[in-house]
């Protein structure tokens, strides 16, 4: 069966956005030596995206082209009315239902992007395998957080901790 990961960055305060929504303290961000933090492996291993709209309207507003061609990928919105394009394929089910089905068919990775609604929607049903979360030395007060919505406990085992020059930390979990 194939495996849901979260790859993602976080404030120290574990915020994926501030409080506006936006994503510039993490695409600002200072890399000097133009470290990846393991993105090039990482996707190498998945041929599946998920992401929420907002999320998608981000991933839109970084790139003149859609990043992510060669993939699937599928978009949820609370809005049924969007069409697919060229590069996506709007989810018109409930999210469990459809991550379920689509871990059970053959293939790579599923790369989990976010937003943190879709995060935690997916989090409650049990089905992400793997969380890679890159901590960023900043502190945002408030935002959109990681998995928003859902109160909720669940548990994963640290499987690896990476530091950077930059003073990022990668952190590896896996559901336990």
Do not use: C
Not at 31 to 37: A, G
């Amino acid at each position: 069966m194939r495996k849901l990961k979260i790859y993602i960055a976080t404030s120290l305060d574990g915020y994926i956005a501030d409080h506006n929504g936006n994503i510039e303290w993490l695409t600002g961000f200072p890399n000097p030596e133009q470290t990846d933090y393991g993105y090039a492996d990482f996707l190498a291993g998945i041929d599946t995206t998920l992401m929420g709209y907002k999320t998608y309207q981000d991933v839109l507003k970084l790139s003149e082209t859609f990043p992510y061609p060669g993939l699937a990928n599928y978009i949820f919105s609370r809005d049924k009315s969007h069409q697919d394009t060229e590069f996506v394929t709007f989810v018109k089910e409930e999210a469990g239902a459809f991550v379920s089905r689509l871990k059970s068919l053959p293939g790579k990775d599923i790369w989990l992007i976010g937003g943190g609604e879709l995060n935690a929607a997916i989090l409650e049903h049990d089905l992400v395998d793997e969380m890679i979360i890159h901590t960023m030395p900043v502190v945002l007060g408030a935002g959109r957080s990681v998995f928003t919505g859902i109160p909720m406990e669940k548990t994963f085992g640290l499987e690896l901790v990476k530091t950077y020059s930059s003073g990022v930390v990668e952190a590896r979990y896996t559901r336990s």
